[in-house]
């Protein structure tokens, strides 16, 4: 079935550092992606989104290309900052459903 | 203003005593879905509904139910917790199909049962 995995966390970086944190998946055809962002205590917001190979989805900074010859969609930004802190999710469009990763917390230090 | 809402925040129960979670949208979306999230298994979708009185189990159903008799509501019933139930659940909706619409979500209910 249809799977998303994305790197261990958590991750922990200084303000004005470059992020990069991984997500591949498996899936039958080429569904579209997601990154939602879960700041605390708060649910889940889209953070940005590619329909079909070679897009590039992008959004406060941050950027995430489909890449269908290594199945990923890595979420990259540049400088983070201290309101970056939060719970990142890699999805992928199922039947019916987002098929989530399991997570990856980042941690942004002043 | 367009949100998702649930109640109750915060709950802690004893294994066995029924409960239900509330969820509305004022959005007239058609699509809803309740997930439950787990430390290091991400969101798992329990159930979900097309329409109203239209609903269809998701990946982890057992244990829950659900009802959608009104378009903004929908309701997930725990009719005997376990502790195993244990964890932090999310109501979800959408226009249509999330497949290809937008999912907006409640701002989550943690659960506890001893």
Redesign the interface.
């Known amino acids: 079935g249809d799977s998303v995995t994305q790197m261990e966390g958590p991750v922990t970086l200084s303000e004005e550092a470059f992020l990069t944190i991984n997500c591949t998946y498996t899936a039958t055809g080429y569904p579209s992606l997601f990154w939602y962002v879960q700041y605390p205590g708060e649910g889940l917001q889209l953070l940005l989104k590619a329909t079909k190979a070679d897009d590039k989805g992008s959004n406060k900074g941050f950027e995430a290309t489909y890449r269908k010859e290594t199945t990923s969609f890595h979420l990259e930004k540049g400088s983070v900052q201290v309101s970056d802190s939060a719970v990142y999710f890699c999805a992928l469009r199922g039947a019916q459903k987002l098929v989530f990763g399991q997570g990856t917390r980042l941690t942004i230090n002043p | 203003e367009a949100q ?1 809402t649930q109640n109750p925040r915060y709950l802690i129960t004893v294994t066995g005593k029924k409960l239900t979670v509330t969820c509305s949208q004022n959005m007239n979306h058609e ?1 809803m ?1 309740w ?1 439950r ?1 787990d430390p ?6 329990i159930y ?1 509904s ?1 329409n109203v009185e239209v609903t ?1 189990k ?2 982890v159903p057992e244990g829950y139910k659900v009802s959608r008799k009104e378009k903004r509501n929908f309701p997930l019933i725990l009719e005997s917790p376990s502790p195993n139930q244990t964890s932090l659940y ?1 109501c ?1 909706s959408s226009l249509r ?3 290809y619409d ?2 907006f ?4 209910t943690r659960l506890t049962v001893l």
């Open positions: 998702v699509y879905s997930y999230q290091g298994l991400g969101l798992r979708q979900y097309m269809d998701g990946d999310f979800a199909d999330p497949a937008e999912q979500f409640g701002p989550g």
